[in-house]
């Protein structure tokens, strides 16, 4: 019998990112999944509330850290990738297309010559159906591009970490409206977490609390076979195309949008500092 993880997972209601904590409970291995670094926009300063609660929580269950991973390049919190890892240790991970994503925002900031845009800045770039180890847990990577094209969903046991291709029944489906999104390649992946068994544990990266409920940091695949409201009228990847398109041009751009693609592509690092020894993120006028 496969065996399952245990998931402590943490909600940042500043902006609306689940970070989970996914540990063997035979070794006590973990990686930390989208770790959200705090990010003050009119200060323009970064501070680690957020993800000093995770760091407090993998020392008090006295686990040790193997991973940091990401889902994809987030839009809408700077990470805190180098600070788990500053902090606890482990290697960092992300699918292997993130370098089209560099490449594509590299033109939009007009980042330095030296920026590398093949994903050198992680340590682990993975491939579709690549599996890695936390302790005695298998890990299994899907792709599963639309919202961004370097979007994965890491499988592990019976535990789904989604990023954002879906959220929770009630609110539906990932935009498809940046830069190399596609809301037909959103459709098939997430028909490929659909083919997961009904009983598997979805885990989201986003809860909007729509009508004031309370947040829902995970759902089952049943629940989202019967319930989602982008899914359940659209027979096929057209009607879902046309639903999405439709719902994204009347959507206005993340609030972080900006500072935060700058820094993730980078892996959670600041642009270089130039010559006082600061470092300075851009705001590109009349582009996004």
């Keep these: 019998m496969a065996l399952n993880p245990k998931v402590i997972s943490f909600f940042d209601d500043r902006t609306f990112t689940i970070t989970h904590i996914v540990a063997c409970p035979e070794t006590g291995a973990s990686a930390v999944i989208d770790p959200v670094l705090d990010y003050d926009a009119a200060a323009g300063r970064t501070y680690g509330e957020s993800v000093e609660a995770v760091i407090n929580q993998v020392g008090q269950d006295g686990l040790s850290v193997e991973w940091v991973l990401e889902t994809h390049v987030h839009a809408d919190h700077l990470t805190a990738a180098p600070y788990v890892k500053d902090s606890l240790g482990g290697k960092t991970g992300i699918g292997v297309n993130v370098g089209t994503v560099q490449a594509t925002f590299k033109k939009i900031f007009n980042a330095e010559d030296a920026f590398a845009t093949d994903g050198s800045q992680f340590d682990r770039l993975f491939a579709d159906g690549e599996e ?32 954002d291709t879906l959220f929770a029944p009630d ?14 390649r959103l459709y098939a992946s997430i028909q490929k977490i659909l083919a997961l068994p009904d009983e598997a544990r979805i885990f989201l990266c986003h809860d909007y609390m729509p009508n004031g409920r309370e947040v829902v940091m995970h759902c089952t695949v049943a629940e989202q076979k019967a319930a989602n409201v982008h899914l359940k009228d659209c027979a096929g990847p057209e009607a879902f195309a046309a639903m999405r398109d439709s719902r994204d041009a009347k959507l206005t751009m993340p609030a972080l949008i900006i500072p935060s693609v700058q820094v993730n592509m980078r892996g959670g690092q600041l642009p270089p500092p130039e010559e006082n020894g600061v470092s300075y993120l851009k705001t590109p006028v009349n582009l996004l």
Excluded: E, K, Q, S
Excluded at 136 to 150: E, F, S, W
Excluded at 171 to 183: E, L, N, Q, S, V
């Design 132 to 163: 890695f180890r936390i302790g005695n847990l298998t890990a299994r990577v899907l792709h599963t591009p639309g919202h961004t094209p370097a979007c994965v969903t890491y499988v592990i046991g019976d535990a789904a970490f989604v990023g």
């Design 171 to 184: 609110y539906g489906t990932a935009r498809c409206d940046f830069p190399g999104g596609d809301a037909r």
